[in-house]
């Protein structure tokens, strides 16, 4: 009889429910657990499972590659670190996603800005949010080479689709008219729809140096800062301080 509900368990992908019966049955003669109680405790077990598999899943379609918690993130380095702190960690409740709301990190290389925004993703993706990150760079040349081959559509729903869209160095090259064109396609549908988060190297002033126009650059900011925290991170490079000690 126990190893036709196993079976039937297993079929109804209930693998955790399935593999813990017989030492639950066991314990629950122990301890006297009523039929509820023993179906009370396995479910609670494949619960736990099925959310850690979900959050197992969501580290994994983020493309984050390691897993950075702001305990690391040092607060003393610069000045301008002190005076944000609680923003920032004000972030980590994620409430700006439920909002809505979008983040910018604006900073030279090395201050931080990319560890931020991959602390708040990472956090993202332990709360079974579903996060993608990516370079600018690397989002325009898949964009522009699914233009090429007629999968465009398929490629920008991608992008569009994530909860949080973690989009790190713009800034660092020029993306060109189609380059331009395609970022605002990305930014365009995601405005007010979900959260994106930014980081770049360049004041607002500048992003015309990055996209094709100045009209496309006001487009794209107009959305992004409408409703938006706006960090600004200076002082000397981090990394450069590490490799130094």
Known sequence: ????VIEKL?????????????????????????CL????????????????????LRFKQ???????????????????????????LNLMDL?????KMDIILIGNPGVGKSFLAKCIAYAATLASIKVLFTTAIDMIN???AAEAD??????????????????????????GTQGSNLFFQVISARHENSSTIITTNLSFADWGKIFDST??????????????????LEGPSYRKRKKQK
């Open 1 to 4: 009889m126990i190893d036709s």
């Open 142 to 144: 898949h964009l522009i």
């Open 215 to 232: 009209t496309v650059a006001t487009a794209i900011a107009d959305r992004l800062v409408y409703n938006s925290e706006i960090l600004v």
């Open 62 to 88: 983020s493309k984050l590659l390691v897993k950075p918690t702001i305990d690391q993130f040092d607060f003393n380095f610069h000045v301008s670190r002190k005076q944000q702190k609680i923003k920032i």
């Open 10 to 34: 297993k079929q109804l992908r209930l693998k955790t429910f399935a593999d813990n019966i017989t030492p639950a049955l066991e314990m629950a003669g122990e301890k006297n657990w009523s």
């Open 37 to 56: 109680q023993i179906i009370d405790y396995l479910a609670a077990l494949e619960l736990e499972e099925k959310e850690k598999n979900r959050v197992e």
């Open 150 to 175: 007629h999968s465009l559509l398929k490629k920008l729903q991608y992008y569009q689709s994530p909860t949080l869209l973690v989009v790190d160095e713009i800034g660092y090259l020029p993306l």
């Open 95 to 99: 409430e700006f996603i439920r909002q």
